[in-house]
C-alpha cells in the first residue's frame, strides 16, 4: 500500500512561486515513478511533470515551458514540484500520483499511475 500526501500549495500573485512536496508512505519508494497532475474546474486532469524512480528522467507538460521543476529525495520519501512565473492558469488543484516502474522510466498518462494524493490547492491571482 502506498499513500501520497500532498502539501505547498496556497495563494500567490502572478509571476509568483510556489514548492509543492509531495510525502509517499511505503517502503519501496525508489522504485515508483512519480507524477505531477493538475486539474482546473470543468477541464479534464494535465500532465504536469514526472521523475523517474531513480531522477535520472525527468518530463514536463507542454504548458510548463520551463517554469517548473520536479525533483525528489529518495532518503526523504518525497518529491517535489517548483513551481515558478506562475499564471493565473496555473490555478488547479495539483495531484501526487505514483507509478510502479522497474527501471527509470516515467509516464505522462494518468491512468499508468496507480496510486494518487488528495491534492493541493494553487490559486494564482491576476
Known amino acids: 500500500q502506498v499513500q501520497l500526501v500532498e502539501s505547498g500549495g496556497g495563494l500567490v500573485q502572478a509571476g509568483g512561486s510556489l514548492r509543492l512536496s509531495c510525502a509517499v508512505s511505503?517502503?519501496?519508494?525508489?522504485?515508483?515513478?512519480l507524477g505531477w497532475f493538475r486539474q482546473a474546474p470543468g477541464k479534464e486532469r494535465e500532465f504536469a511533470a514526472a521523475?523517474?524512480?531513480?531522477?535520472?528522467?525527468?518530463g514536463y507538460g507542454h504548458f510548463v515551458e520551463g517554469r517548473f521543476t520536479i525533483s525528489r529525495d529518495n532518503a526523504k520519501n518525497t518529491v517535489y514540484l517548483q513551481m515558478n512565473s506562475l499564471k493565473p492558469e496555473d490555478t488547479a488543484v495539483y495531484y501526487c500520483?505514483?507509478?510502479?516502474?522497474?527501471?527509470?522510466?516515467?509516464?505522462?498518462?494518468?491512468?499508468?499511475?496507480?496510486?494518487w494524493g488528495q491534492g493541493t490547492q494553487v490559486t494564482v491571482s491576476s
Open positions: 521523475i523517474g524512480p531513480s531522477g535520472g528522467r525527468t
Open positions: 500520483a505514483a507509478d510502479r516502474k522497474y527501471y527509470d522510466t516515467y509516464s505522462d498518462e494518468s491512468a499508468e499511475y496507480d496510486y
Open positions: 511505503g517502503r519501496t519508494f525508489s522504485s515508483y515513478a
